[in-house]
């Protein structure tokens, strides 16, 4: 598989984006302490917001009737990473809370049918990378789902990190009738099918968390990848030792030299999904650093920004990468 432009490409934006921007952090007079040394990592950031509360599904669904994003501007995004100097864009067309930022016909839980806003992020997106050259990806949550009865994650289902749990066991609590062969069947495959036939050429997959998923699996998800966008580049995270470059853990920053495609994805502050009162912001000097020290060990740097539910860039963010690109 040829890789070179991935490997060209050294710097990159992932966009986390979904209804959980909507509650940015705070359910019910709670609210994620950043503060609290165990909360950090995955139980403390915006997307995980519905299983650190076990938000029920049908009151988490009704954020998607809040879900209005009016100031989105794809042009605009991909201009900002642009300026920063980064070539390629990685965004969650569908992260774990089961919603998706793009039309499906097999789920109607989606930003057309489910928002007042009813259009399709993804085909924006895609239609503005293509205009302004720049390499387009998209991250897609294949095991859990918890939206879905049968999403997966349910074999390590103790409370860990202040309550979270991979899998849905509020709504759907009895775990030893869960099979996620049936979401897998019902929702994962038909959906990767949809965004790698429905909007033009994709550049990279970026799959995560598996954890029960098959190599069976896997390998049906990547063979389907190549089917239909043959240069699409596939991370490990699609599990089971499959993959076309290997994904660093969430914030590794690696100090051994690689010899094959790598990839750190990080945050820009401590979430991933927006936060109101996030902003411990790492400054542009640092991210330079952290750039320049990943790209000499052969490691892209995959540089994470949590738009708001208004489709806005937070500021502070749009200032750094102004500033990166400087450099």
Request: hydrophobic share 35%; glycine share 8%.
């Amino acid at each position: 598989m040829d890789t070179t432009w991935f490997t060209e490409a050294k710097f990159g934006m992932m966009i986390h984006w979904g209804l959980y921007s909507v509650l940015a952090g705070e359910y019910k007079g709670q609210r994620y302490d950043q503060k609290d040394k165990a909360l950090r990592g995955w139980a403390a950031i915006g997307e995980w917001i519905m299983s650190r509360y076990r938000i029920p599904v049908k009151e988490y669904e009704k954020l998607a009737a809040a879900f209005n994003p009016i100031y989105f501007d794809a042009d605009e995004w991909v201009g900002y990473a642009k300026e920063a100097g980064m070539k390629y864009i990685v965004i969650t067309s569908k992260h774990h809370e089961g919603f998706s930022l793009f039309k499906s016909e097999v789920d109607s839980y989606n930003i057309v049918d489910a928002t007042p806003f009813k259009r399709d992020i993804i085909k924006e997106l895609s239609e503005a990378c293509a205009r302004q050259g720049m390499r387009f990806g998209l991250y897609y949550s294949q095991e859990l789902d918890w939206h879905e009865p049968h999403g997966g994650g349910y074999k390590d289902t103790e409370p860990d990190l202040k309550g979270c749990v991979w899998t849905n066991n509020w709504d759907f609590p009895e775990t030893e009738k869960k099979d996620y062969s049936i979401c897998f069947e019902k929702k994962i495959k038909p959906q990767v099918k949809e965004l790698l036939t429905n909007y033009g050429k994709i550049d990279l997959i970026w799959f995560d968390t598996p954890l029960i998923i098959s190599k069976e699996q896997s390998m049906e998800l990547y063979d389907m990848v190549k089917k239909y966008q043959p240069e699409c580049l596939v991370n490990s995270r699609i599990g089971n030792g499959v993959g076309d470059y290997r994904s660093c853990n969430d914030n590794q920053i690696p100090n051994d030299y690689k010899q094959i495609p790598y990839e750190a994805p990080c945050t820009l502050n401590d979430t991933w999904g927006y936060e109101t009162f996030d902003n411990n912001w790492k400054s542009p000097e640092e991210i330079i650093r952290i750039k320049k020290h990943l790209n000499e060990r052969g490691i892209n740097y995959l540089l994470n920004i949590g738009p708001d539910y208004l489709g806005r860039f937070p500021v502070p963010a749009i200032e750094i990468l102004r500033a990166v690109g400087k450099d």
